[in-house]
């Protein structure tokens, strides 16, 4: 059984090693520093006597790194072994991260718990189990304190505690979505702690200090599950560009609308207001060329009902329909209307004595198409003839 000392000591990222096994692509080490998959961080990158090693994980007790291809070294040989140190940096500061926000999380949300982590070359999720609705406003604060954190510079710290020590500990962090299984059988916990911010049971690699972070840019937040809210940041140069993004996007907003970037949310309420008493007036003054078009219609008389019939255009069926359903019963006893560019429409609505559905079936019998309805309103569509020539039919 082979461990790897990734975790105690991630600075290490050349080493040389004995060969344990090997099975093929295979290879077990007696000692490694080369983190295996687990716990939400992927497996470190890197070489073993120059063969590029593609993945890194944990069979049955051991640490077994595939290489790229099956080696010329063999059982007992002694190898030079490199870790890709800008993936180990850059997953020891994505980790330590992680507990940075999950500290600020403690700070601001109610009944937390860990639900999750994972790390992608792009970006950092965490779990939230929490009851707190993560607003936009509770996104933005998570940002500020996490980042403030790594600003104050706090030592990072980690040590090995007796389980029962560590689970009697009541500011200690479980993730037991990623740790469960793990810690079962071990008689220690792994202590992660950051200075006077954050506490938890955790395996991976982190730094030393928060400073050296950088900085953290949260992305998005989403609900895969019910009590979970999920958190995405960035760290390094993919949150450098979302932030250079973001803010160049808000400049150019800003300067399109005639204002500064801390007023531009006052600004576009703003414009929303404006946008909405618009479309209001528009709407408006629409339903009153609707009403005008319709009440120049002209009226016929047909088994003793007063018929409003002809051609309506730059409306479509919906407007039309909606707006003589409230017309008809008034001054008329059906109301029928057509029109359409290409393949043109057919609205009937009837106050009850005739049919509308059935003025519609002889129209599309006529005419081709379809549709459907009831005795009070019927609508027809794709009919292959002219308004006109459907007017006139109904006519």
Same mark, same amino acid.
């Given at each position: ?71 010329? =070294?063999?059982?007992?040989?002694? #190898?030079?072994?490199? @870790?890709?140190? &800008?993936?180990? *940096?850059? +997953?020891? %500061? $994505? ?32 779990? =939230?189990?929490?009851?707190?609705? #993560?607003?936009?406003? @509770?996104?933005? &604060?998570?940002? *500020?304190? +996490?980042? %403030? $954190? ?38 220690? #916990? ?206």
């Amino acid at each position: 059984m082979t461990h790897s000392l990734a975790a105690a000591d991630p600075t290490v990222t050349d080493f040389d090693a004995t060969i344990e096994r090997v099975d093929g692509t295979d290879v077990v080490l007696e000692e490694t520093y080369f983190y295996p998959q687990g716990g939400g961080q992927p497996a470190d990158r890197g070489t073993i006597e120059g063969v590029p090693v593609e993945h890194v994980e944990t069979v049955d007790g051991d640490i077994v790194h595939r290489l790229e291809r099956e080696p010329s =070294f063999d059982v007992d040989d002694e #190898v030079v072994a490199s @870790v890709d140190d &800008e993936f180990r *940096r850059y +997953t020891m %500061r $994505a980790h330590t991260a992680s507990h940075i926000l999950y500290g600020a999380g403690r700070r601001l949300l109610n009944i937390l718990g860990y639900g999750g982590f994972g790390i992608t070359n792009e970006k950092v999720r965490v779990d =939230f189990e929490t009851t707190t609705d #993560v607003t936009d406003d @509770v996104l933005v &604060e998570l940002e *500020r304190l +996490t980042n %403030r $954190a790594i600003w104050e510079s706090r030592d990072v710290a980690w040590e090995e505690v007796p389980r029962a020590e560590a689970l009697d500990r009541e500011e200690v962090a479980f993730n037991e979505a990623t740790e469960e299984g793990v810690m079962n059988d071990a008689d220690t #916990v792994r202590i992660v702690t950051i200075e006077d911010w954050d506490v938890a049971a955790c395996g991976g690699t982190h730094v030393a200090n928060t400073r050296e972070i950088g900085g953290v840019t949260v992305q998005e937040r989403s609900n895969p599950g019910e009590g979970l809210t999920r958190v995405e940041f960035a760290v390094g140069p993919t949150g450098i560009r979302r932030r250079a993004t973001e803010h160049r996007a808000a400049l150019s907003a800003a300067r399109s609308i005639g204002t500064s970037v801390e007023d531009l949310p006052e600004a576009v309420e703003r414009l929303i207001d404006e946008r909405d008493a618009l479309e209001a007036e528009v709407r408006s003054l629409t339903d009153e060329v609707l009403e005008s078009r319709l009440a120049e219609l002209d009226r016929v008389e047909q088994d003793g009902q007063t018929w409003r019939i002809g051609v309506v255009n730059d409306f479509d069926s919906n407007e039309v329909g909606e707006k003589i359903q409230k017309r008809v019963g008034t001054d008329d006893d059906v109301i029928a209307v057509s029109g359409g560019g290409g393949r043109p429409f057919v609205v009937v609505a009837s106050s009850g004595d005739v049919d509308a559905n059935r003025v519609v079936e002889d129209v599309t019998d006529e005419f081709g198409g379809g549709g459907g309805g009831g005795p009070t309103f019927a609508q027809g569509g794709g009919l292959d003839a002219d308004p006109e020539e459907v007017v006139t039919f109904l006519s």
